[in-house]
C-alpha cells in the first residue's frame, strides 16, 4: 500500500497533495462541529464542508490512481491533474467560507457576492467536468497494461460519474436540490436527505460513487488486476454492476423529479 501511494505521489503529485490536504480538512471541520453551535437550515454549518472534504478526498486519490494508469506525457498529465486539484480546491474553499460566514454555498443568490460564489463553484465544476472527459477519452484511445474487465470498470465509472455532474447542472438550474418543498426539513441522518419530499441528490450521489464502485468491481473480478484471469464472465460481470448502478441512479432520479422521498421512507 505504501509502495502504491508513493508511485501515485510521483505521478501525480500535486492531485494527491490536495487529496491528503482534504483529508486533514476533514479533521478540522469535526473540530468544528463539535464547538460551533450556529445552524444553517436546521443544520451545523461545518457538516457541509465536512461532508465534502471526505468526498472530493475520496475522489482526488481516486482520481490519481486511475491517472497513473495513463502512459502520458508528463506536462500533458500535470496540466490536467492540476486542474482537477485546483477546481476541488476552490470548491472546498468556497463551501468553508460561506460556512464560516454563517450562509449557504450551494444556490446562495441572496446578495451579489452570494451570487458571484456559487457562480464561480459552477465554473469550477464545469472545468472538472471537462477533464474527467478528457481522461475517459484517454482510457478509449490509449493502449493500456489493464485487465480488461478492470479497465471497462473504469470506463465506465467515469462515464456515469461525468453524467452524475451534469445533474449538479440541474440541480443549479432549479436553484435547489428538494422537489416538492424549500431545501431543508426533515432528513436522514449526516447525509440530509430529504425524507417528506423528493431529493435531486440521492441520483446524484449514487452516480459520483460508481467511480469506486465499478472499478472495485472490475478490479475483484479480475483477481486484482491480472489479465490472466479476465473472462466474458468478468465482463459480464462488470456490465452488470454498471447496469444495476445506472439504473439505481437513474430511478432515483425519477423518484427525486416525482417528489418522492428515498423509497420507504413515506
Excluded at 500500500?1 to 492531485?15: C, D, G, N, T
Excluded at 460556512?99 to 457562480?119: E, I, K, M
Excluded at 440521492?202 to 467511480?211: K, S, T, Y
Excluded at 466474458?232 to 448502478?245: D, K, Q, R, T
Amino acid at each position: 500500500m505504501v509502495e502504491l501511494f508513493a508511485e501515485i505521489y510521483r505521478k501525480q503529485p500535486l492531485v494527491t497533495a490536495v487529496a491528503v490536504v482534504h483529508v486533514i480538512l476533514a479533521l478540522v471541520m469535526l473540530v468544528g462541529l463539535a464547538v460551533d453551535s450556529r445552524s444553517i437550515l436546521g443544520l451545523n454549518p461545518w457538516l457541509k464542508p465536512f461532508k465534502f472534504s471526505v468526498s472530493i478526498a475520496i475522489y482526488l486519490f481516486t482520481i490519481a490512481l486511475f491517472m497513473s494508469y495513463l502512459p502520458l506525457n508528463e506536462k500533458w498529465s500535470v496540466r490536467v491533474g492540476g486542474t482537477i486539484a485546483i477546481t476541488m480546491l476552490i470548491e472546498i474553499i468556497l463551501i468553508s467560507m460561506q460556512a464560516a460566514r454563517g450562509t449557504t454555498s450551494h444556490f446562495n443568490t441572496t446578495t451579489t457576492f452570494d451570487t458571484a460564489v456559487f457562480a464561480v463553484m459552477g465554473i469550477a465544476v464545469a472545468i472538472n467536468t471537462l477533464m474527467l472527459v478528457i481522461v475517459l477519452w484517454q482510457y478509449f484511445v490509449l493502449q493500456l497494461e489493464l485487465a480488461p474487465s478492470y479497465l471497462w470498470g473504469i470506463r465506465l465509472g467515469l462515464a456515469i460519474f461525468i453524467v452524475a455532474s451534469f445533474q449538479g447542472f440541474m440541480m443549479a438550474s432549479r436553484g435547489a436540490h428538494t422537489v416538492g418543498a424549500a431545501d431543508g426539513g426533515a432528513g436522514l441522518p449526516l447525509v440530509n436527505w430529504s425524507t417528506l419530499h423528493g431529493d435531486l441528490r440521492v441520483a446524484h450521489f449514487v452516480g459520483l460513487h460508481a467511480l469506486q464502485i465499478i472499478p472495485l468491481a472490475g478490479y475483484l473480478v479480475s483477481g486484482g488486476n491480472d489479465p490472466g484471469r479476465s473472462s466474458s464472465l468478468s465482463m459480464i460481470a462488470v456490465f452488470g454492476v454498471a447496469g444495476l448502478v445506472a439504473g439505481a441512479m437513474g430511478w432515483m432520479l425519477l423518484q427525486a423529479l416525482a417528489g418522492k422521498p428515498v423509497y420507504g421512507l413515506r
